[in-house]
């Protein structure tokens, strides 16, 4: 999929805003079959996070075991590479969340 | 209100391969217009309801496009809200009726989908979320897995009944000449479907399909005990993405939609015994019936796994009598209309193998994206 390299900088703010913010899963999902690029990360499971700054977001989960993958699981937000670059080479950061 | 359904047509839903949209429409606008029993200089504008023209067949301008193709001609909108398109394009249809404009308009549901590639299909229907959710790497199923979750969560909703809605759909689809699928379901078979978007199965998710419907909307309608009356027509909209809600468990803009259909037709949930809801996913068709206020929040799973809106046997009221989107396809451009054409159909007690008996009063209810647009039609008819 194609990613403007101008959209990639512009949502930097966000990314800055969100990184190191501490939350707790709403629900959650394990997707099993990807949309484009993110084939390579696939299965991988999805949350909806209500941070403690009074934000929700969408994310995936990293670094998630059987027993970490839960309603109400304690998270942090981290920085990682969410998607495969595009064939005009942005790699696009942005935030998922771990567990605590 | 002094509108009616006066004429409906609806191609069968599918895998269309030797058919254009083109084709589509003027098939199905044609035979409505005959329906109606007008001529085409009767119509004096278009609405047309699509999503996806533009992001996999490059062609937008479709007011135009398809008001040339059907040789009319006449002021001509395309009107787009994801999945919503087709309920959205009849309640604008319905307002310029209204408005005093126009007399008599056609509103026609259309999209093609499986001419392209389905990782195409799937990122253009990605569309209908926000940024935030595509960088997630969610896909529409792991939207609605996402509340499915909540529910199950909350309420105790199993995976057998989300599959019992399934079931039930293809139940109704094998009497359906035009759905897209006959076959009939078990509970098991769904369970052991493969997981999309856990906990929701492939045999938890409508299917990628063709087709197109049309609807006559009219003021003066020339048949008036063929035409349905329309007694509401209502439009609420939430937020695009699901983490900003302040409850996950329900579609609120389908509670507000409903809520203002119910007192612009001046009836009661309870009045209604045939209805088309949104089931672009099994756990959707349980949000719809409590959110529509048909079942009280977290008593709709067990109501639709134990038949009560089954044609069959015995039942309180009749959903998805076309098959729904799970069993008759789900066109997204073209399922607000057939939702529609198929409760017409049911009020005029010529639904075939499919006919709920004595029915009065119909509702759709048709949802954009993962719940940002909800869409209402109450009708009637005037038989006693």
Known sequence: MHQSPVKVWRNQKRIRRLLGQEGAIVTWTMIHVPPQGFSSFAPYPIAVVALDNGETITAQVVDHNETTLRIGQRVVVVLRRVMEPSSDGVIPYGVKVKPL | ?384
């Open chain 2, 1 to 384: 209100m002094n509108v009616y359904i006066a004429g409906v047509a609806t191609t069968p839903f599918g895998e269309l391969w030797d058919v254009s949209p083109r084709s589509l429409a003027n098939d199905v606008v044609n035979r409505a217009i005959r329906d109606a029993g007008i001529e085409k200089n009767n119509i004096e504008a278009l609405f047309v309801g699509n999503m996806l023209s533009g992001m996999l067949g490059r062609q937008e301008h479709l007011g135009a496009f398809f008001s040339d193709s059907l040789g009319m001609h006449v002021p001509a909108f395309k009107v787009e809200g994801a999945c919503a398109s087709g309920g959205l394009a009849a309640h604008m249809a319905i307002l310029s009726v209204l408005s005093g404009q126009y007399t008599t308009v056609c509103v026609l549901g259309v999209e093609k989908m499986t001419d392209h590639k389905p990782e195409d299909v799937s990122a253009a229907l990605a569309g209908a979320g926000s940024d935030e959710e595509r960088m997630s790497g969610a896909t529409f199923p792991a939207l609605y897995a996402l509340l499915a979750r909540v529910h199950m969560h909350r309420f105790g909703t199993t995976q057998e009944q989300l599959a019992s809605v399934a079931v039930k759909n293809h139940f109704h689809a094998s009497m359906n000449p035009n759905a897209q699928f006959k076959n009939l379901l078990t509970v098991e078979k769904v369970l052991q479907s493969s997981m999309v978007a856990d906990p929701l199965h492939l045999l938890d998710c409508s299917p990628i399909s063709d087709g197109a419907s049309a609807v006559i909307i009219t003021s003066k309608p020339s048949h008036p005990i063929h035409a349905i009356q329309v007694l509401a027509s209502s439009v609420a909209t939430d937020t695009l993405d699901i983490a900003r809600r302040s409850s996950l468990d329900e579609l609120r803009a389908t509670r507000i939609a409903a809520k203002k259909a119910y007192t612009q037709a001046g009836i009661l949930p309870k009045d209604i015994q045939v209805l088309e809801v949104h089931d672009c996913f099994t756990i959707a068709e349980i949000l719809a019936m409590e959110d529509l206020g048909i079942y009280e929040k977290g008593k709709a799973a067990k109501a639709i796994e134990e038949g009560k809106t089954r044609l069959d046997g015995d039942f309180d009221r009749v959903v998805n009598s076309s098959g729904g989107l799970k069993g008759c396809g789900h066109p997204v451009g073209a399922t607000g209309v057939k939702q529609l054409v198929e409760i017409v159909e049911q009020l005029r007690r010529s639904a075939g193998k499919r006919q709920v008996p004595n029915a009065r009063y119909g509702l759709t209810h048709n949802v954009g994206g993962s719940g940002a647009t909800a869409v209402v039609h109450i009708l009637c008819t005037n038989r006693q």
